[in-house]
């Protein structure tokens, strides 16, 4: 069975010479030497100045909401994992939906200030399959009416725009640690943010609002990442430069091979981490037959984003015409370190022929 992507596993007896630290520590959670040495190398390795790890992607959204005090509306993109949306609900705003751009995919910033009224209080921009949103433009925005910026950046580990980590972007940057990620910690994800006083804020929300051990500085929840998830990512990040070859040596397969699809336009100046390989088909109707086919032959792909989040039963189904139209037609394909160059080609092969 070929699914649209596979965990990479770092060799297990790797992963337990680094988990052994903390049994012989006896210390598993509460941020122990795993979790602050994983946040060190990952500063170092991402070249950012803060980063929080957590215990999974989707907090770190709700954490950044709350310490930004949003409230009444929150500026979104309908065409994200559903996460970006049921977080801002989760945390009693407001999702307003403006729609998306057709190549990029990105929310479109050329009508977000015709959605922005008295009751909007942010941005929250998805980074699609690690694509850059236009965060110059956004920020002009931002800040001429006195808004504060989130970016859900879940599918950019290692992606790079114009020199700079995609994470220093916006007020605060979330990623997932999830296994179906380019980097893992099993389950996971981080808060990144330029501003240290931020970072604090971001820090005592995270851990029950302890600022010392019998000291509360104000209101938090339980977002810490344990010491079994640091070990992963403690082992899984030595094989990222492998993981990112291989990666791009499939893309590169289905870029020669698969002509006629449209596929994602990356924004100039970005630095790519082949996160996802999304294509896209006529319409619904060519696409289904695809997966069909795909499917007889044990092979998996997936319809990321599907559907268009405004149309979620919890929203007030705005409608986003391009996002809705993009979600009918979109499919990621199987993506992963180890996928062979013979898999890929029956793919591109199957899709080819039923085209």
Request: hydrophobic letters at 40%.
């Amino acid at each position: 069975m070929i699914l649209v992507t596979k965990t990479f596993l770092p060799p297990q007896a790797e992963y337990n010479v680094i988990l052994k630290r903390a049994w012989d520590a006896g210390w598993i959670t509460n941020r122990g030497a795993l979790v602050l040495e994983l946040e060190e190398k990952l500063k170092s390795y991402l070249k950012v100045p803060n980063i929080l790890a957590m215990t999974n992607g989707t907090l770190p959204l709700q954490i950044a909401i709350k310490t930004l005090g949003l409230k009444g509306e929150i500026i979104t993109t309908p065409f994200s994992y559903v996460a970006t949306t049921s977080s801002i609900v989760w945390e009693g705003c407001t999702p307003v939906f403006v729609d998306i751009h057709p190549e990029y995919l990105t929310i479109d910033e050329t009508i977000i200030e015709a959605a922005i009224t008295s009751k909007t209080t942010g941005i929250l921009a998805t980074h699609v399959f690690g694509n850059p949103c236009d965060v110059e433009t956004i920020q002009k925005i931002a800040k001429k009416h006195r808004l504060k910026v989130i970016y859900d950046a879940a599918h950019c580990f290692g992606v790079t725009y114009k020199g700079k980590s995609i994470f220093e972007y916006g007020d605060i940057s979330t990623c997932s640690f999830h296994a179906t990620k380019v980097f893992h910690t099993g389950e996971g994800g981080a808060l990144f943010t330029g501003s240290d006083e931020l970072n604090d804020k971001l820090f005592y929300h995270h851990n029950f609002g302890h600022f010392g051990p019998e000291v509360f500085q104000g209101v938090g929840i339980n977002a810490k990442m344990s010491e079994l998830q640091a070990a992963m990512g403690l082992a899984v990040l030595p094989y990222m430069q492998k993981i990112l070859e291989t990666r791009k040596g499939v893309v590169e397969l289905y870029r020669n091979n698969l002509e006629r699809l449209g596929v994602l336009k990356l924004r100039e100046e970005t630095q790519w981490n082949y996160s996802y390989y999304p294509v896209l088909f006529e319409n619904e109707m060519q696409l289904l037959s695809i997966q069909e086919l795909l499917n007889k032959e044990n092979i998996f792909p997936r319809r990321y984003f599907h559907p268009s989040l405004n149309l979620l039963s919890y929203t007030d189904k705005k409608s986003c015409p391009v996002s809705e139209n993009i979600a009918s037609r979109v499919l990621c394909l199987p993506l992963f370190h180890d996928l062979e160059e013979d898999i890929v080609l029956k793919i591109c092969d199957i899709i080819n022929r039923g085209l």
